[in-house]
Antibody, heavy 115, light 111 residues
Framework: QVQLVESGGGVVQPGGSLRLSCAASGFTFSSYGMHWVRQAPGKGLEWVAFIRYDGSNKYYADSVKGRFTISRDNSKNTLYLQMNSLRAEDTAVYYC????????WGQGTLVTVSS | DIVMTQTPLSLSVTPGQPASISCKSSQSLLHSDGKTYLYWYLQKPGQSPQLLIYEVSNRFSGVPDRFSGSGSGTDFTLKISRVEAEDVGVYYCMQSIQLITFGQGTRLEIK
């Protein structure tokens, strides 16, 4: 069965960087687009970024464009989110989710941006 | 950006009674390929979101048939024919015709 396991969350100071990972198993990772979605504490869902199955195209929410970079390593079945210039408003649980239709989600990893 | 507006934002339902959630988009979600890119998710307390309905009216694998989706263009509805205790949580609609945006969420509780 599909399994998505996020890691890399933690506490970081404003202006700092963090790299999230999402380890995938149970499906042919290299055949599917992947998303990052976040949820601030007590708030709703916010889509962050998408990468096509082969990494050829990447799309970002305006709120993270220029600061976050989505990437993947199909040889390692792993999705990444490099987060730079972090702000307090980036504090959230970050989920990876699989296409199509975000049909499968990981359990999330918490990122806290605080001094 | 496409804005997704859900109503109501919360509802309290007696077990066995029906429930309905509306979702309106600021632009048509009908693509030139004939598909309408509207989805419904449920986030149960303490869990990750789970897909319920894709492309307006198709139930995802394992979703009980008491859940149904309908609508077209910009107006969509999720219906639960007979609410059960396990249906508690926050329901989100989502569009993917133009990047991705979610509705604000509708919290369902049991009376």
């Amino acid at each position: 069965q599909v399994q998505l396991v996020e890691s890399g969350g933690g506490v970081v100071q404003p202006g700092g960087s963090l790299r999230l990972s999402c380890a995938a198993s149970g499906f042919t990772f290299s055949s599917y687009g992947m998303h990052w979605v976040r949820q601030a504490p007590g708030k709703g869902l916010e889509w962050v970024a998408f990468i096509r199955y082969d990494g050829s195209n990447k799309y970002y929410a305006d709120s993270v464009k220029g600061r976050f970079t989505i990437s993947r390593d199909n040889s390692k079945n792993t999705l990444y989110l490099q987060m730079n210039s972090l702000r307090a408003e980036d504090t959230a649980v970050y989920y990876c989710a699989k296409d199509p239709a975000l049909g499968d989600w990981g359990q999330g990893t918490l990122v806290t941006v605080s001094s | 950006d496409i804005v997704m507006t859900q109503t109501p934002l919360s509802l309290s339902v007696t077990p066995g009674q029906p429930a309905s959630i509306s979702c309106k988009s600021s632009q048509s979600l009908l693509h030139s390929d004939g598909k309408t890119y509207l989805y419904w998710y449920l986030q149960k307390p303490g869990q990750s979101p789970q897909l319920l309905i894709y492309e307006v009216s198709n139930r995802f694998s394992g979703v009980p048939d008491r859940f149904s989706g309908s609508g077209s263009g910009t107006d969509f509805t999720l219906k639960i024919s007979r609410v059960e205790a396990e249906d508690v949580g926050v329901y989100y609609c989502m569009q993917s015709i133009q990047l991705i945006t979610f509705g604000q969420g509708t919290r369902l509780e049991i009376k």
